[in-house]
């Protein structure tokens, strides 16, 4: 995955989120991209409860998970997200997980932009569609 045009959060691995082998449990890792989308929204377009009072809000609708290489307990991982679509009412998300460089785990994320009371589907407003084209 291209490093231009992406928002790149670093975290350490605790000895929790791994499993009996002494690697990340697999289902941690949409965790770590939670925790990355939710630093790059904060940067980008003012933090998820900001959001949230304006009425919208995002769900994610569809995960693709590829394991590479394991990571392990104090671990310092780059998790690099890329705006690789932006729709009407949708966007679509690369991530790649890295240690030192190296790809251990990539992703594509769908999420959809709804209405915070209703989650009803909603366009994807200007100011943020501004925000993330920046990372496309």
């Known amino acids: ?47 998820y409860a900001e959001m949230i009072e304006r009425g919208i809000d995002v769900m994610l609708v569809q995960s693709n998970i590829g394991y590479r290489r394991p990571a392990r307990s104090d671990d310092e991982l780059d998790i690099r997200v890329r705006v690789v679509s932006l729709g009407t009412t949708s966007m679509q998300l690369d991530l790649a997980v890295e240690r030192d460089g190296e790809l251990l785990t990539e992703a594509e994320l769908h999420y959809v932009f709804v209405d915070a009371a209703t989650h009803a589907k909603t366009e994807i407003p200007p100011e943020i569609r501004l925000a993330l084209m920046e990372l496309a």
Not at 6 to 32: I, K, T
């Open 1 to 47: 995955m291209p490093t231009t045009g992406s928002f790149v959060h670093r975290l350490r691995v605790r000895f929790a989120e791994c499993d009996p082998q002494g690697v990340v449990f697999n289902a941690n890792y949409l965790l770590y991209f939670d925790v990355a989308f939710t630093e790059l929204w904060r940067e980008r377009a003012g933090g």
